[in-house]
């Protein structure tokens, strides 16, 4: 049986890991299925890299918890995981009944929005966006499109209109990246602000919208629950399908096999997508829990109440029969979690992300990186796989140019205009 070592524990938030994680995974399958890991400065964890582990863990609820409040009583009350890791009233840090409440709200709400509806709201959003460099021939991906497209979809979904979507994107840009404490609070604030006057909007006045949906929903979530279940959506939702779009377009304009140009490959987004979930997941380490009792996890012993991870991107690629490059079979990998913690919103992310590439490519067909793919940059972390920016460059398209700009035609996405 392997102990584990709180004193040797290999760190996940510094440069090193944000580098190059899947050497720091090959590092960690030294342990076993198992390894302890430092999240933070003096914050210890499991990090399960084997696949039949994670199931082990993602499938069991009566060994695991997914409350926190026990374990959270025990770190600093300034650690920057908090926010990632802390107790809230939601439907990712609940148990039993209270969890299924939430999830059964959340999952017929989501069921509700249309597919073609939200295809079409994205192509919207991603045209609204376009116009903003279009003409320029460079554009840095990360923060003109991929980090603001999925808010101003949610903003929509949500029941707001396009005119509140500028507010939200400020929040959330400071809940991410505040450059101080005092910056990243009154963001937070900020953000909560938004989602309680859209509840209170939406109780009075409700609608074809997900909020209504909540509010609305046979398990009769109070308002601050909703409020709740809201934030979970946003913040989770927004993170990852950013990083999805990413690493997807990152792989793809940085790969021949996918294109001479953009529109003339024979892979396609959802190729580069599908390689993205199983080999450089958005979300690379996350579903905490805690052990409800000192537990044999593949022969790591863990004690009751510490912290263990599940690493989707180590599991997805332990070493094994699996074929190199990019992935068709997208139901095995871990991604999106699994078992009733599994993510409600699979469907709508991967839709959300195939529309933003094939929409950006379909019009700026052209489209290649500004840098070597090896020189671009990955934000530090534990969780997240994230780059820092995308900058890329194309052939202008002029805003006055009549059959060539997003705004002046509607073509489908498999069509893209004449290069100028």
Known sequence: MTTTDASQPVPLYGPEFAADPHAVYDRLREFGACAPVELAPGVVATLVTGYRAALDVLHDTETYSKDPRVWQDTIPQDCQ???????????????????????????????????????????????????????????????????????????????????????????????????????????????????????????????????????????????????????????????????????????????????????????????????????????????????????????????????????????????????????????AHLSFAAGPHACPAQQPAVLIAGTAIDRLTGWLCDLHLAIPYDELTWRPGPFHRALASLPARFTPIAPDQKGTSPWNVNPSSSTPPAMT
Do not use: C
Request: hydrophobic share 40%; proline share 6%.
């Open 81 to 331: 995981l908090l926010p990632m890791m802390s107790w809230k009233r939601n439907v990712l840090y609940n148990d039993g009944e209270v969890h299924a409440r939430y999830r059964r709200a959340i999952t017929d709400s989501l069921g509700l929005i249309e597919p073609y509806e939200l295809r079409e709201q994205v192509q919207r959003s991603a045209d609204s966006l376009i116009r903003g460099f279009a003409d320029r021939g460079e554009v840095e991906l990360i923060r003109e499109y991929a980090q603001i497209l999925p808010l101003l979809v949610f903003n929509n979904l949500f029941g707001l209109p396009d005119s509140y979507s500028d507010r939200l994107v400020a929040a959330i840009a400071g809940v991410f990246e505040g450059r101080s404490p005092e910056e990243a609070a009154r963001a937070d604030a900020e953000f909560r602000q938004y989602l309680v006057e859209l509840v209170q909007l939406k109780k009075r006045r409700p609608g074809r919208d997900f909020t209504s949906w909540l509010l609305d929903h046979p398990s009769a979530l109070t308002e601050d629950e909703v409020v709740h279940q809201l934030m979970v959506t946003l913040a989770g939702g927004q993170e990852t399908t950013t990083n999805l779009i990413a690493n997807a377009l990152a792989g793809m304009l940085s790969d021949e096999r996918y294109y001479r140009t953009v529109s003339s490959g024979a892979l396609t987004a959802t190729d580069a997508i599908t390689d993205v979930l199983w080999n450089n997941p958005p979300l690379a380490n996350f579903s905490t829990h805690f052990p409800r009792r000192d537990v044999d996890l593949h022969g790591t012993w863990i004690p009751a109440g510490t912290p263990v991870l599940v690493s989707y991107a180590a599991a997805n690629t332990a070493p094994a029969d699996l074929p190199p490059g990019p992935r068709a079979d997208t139901g």
